[in-house]
């Protein structure tokens, strides 16, 4: 398996932070390295992400995990599993009404060995991402 993650706490609420999440057209004003997504954003839904990295290469996935103000989940890959990303998005109330969002990108199945080592390291563009989730939200 080859996993990405990062964090970031957040001066919001989770049913703000939701808001931005599920709006595709926004991605771009607060993921630095999303071009954009195409879709609509809800449970079963299937949304396609064109990002920096690979501008040409379109990004399908399924929006196959949604407790709403709290986690969704994004499933990409090929068939019967021989490849499969799944990002999860979560976002945890604090008590002190801060909320941590975490954005969380497995790799796994039987072609990974293959595969993997042509995955950028994502570490830094995860980084980005909560960080302009965290500016974004925060500034409006």
């Known amino acids: 398996m080859k996993v990405f993650s990062a964090t970031s706490r957040?001066?919001?609420?989770?049913e703000k932070l939701w808001s931005i999440l599920v709006d595709a057209s926004l991605y771009p004003l607060?993921?630095?390295?999303v071009i954009r997504i195409e879709g609509q954003i809800a449970a079963g839904n299937r949304i396609v992400a064109y990002n920096r990295i690979n501008p040409n290469r379109a990004f399908p996935a399924r929006v196959t995990g949604f407790v709403v103000g709290e986690r969704m989940t994004w499933t990409g890959g090929m068939p019967l599993?021989?490849?499969?990303g799944v990002r999860t998005f979560s976002l945890k109330p604090n008590s002190d009404g801060s909320v941590d969002f975490t954005l969380h990108e497995a790799f796994s199945g039987p072609l990974l060995p293959l595969i993997g080592s042509t995955i950028p390291d994502m570490t830094t563009s995860f980084q980005d991402a909560v960080a302009g989730m965290k500016r974004y939200a925060e500034r409006n």
């Open 10 to 14: 957040i001066i919001s609420t989770p």
């Open 30 to 33: 607060w993921d630095p390295g």
């Open 81 to 84: 599993g021989l490849f499969k």
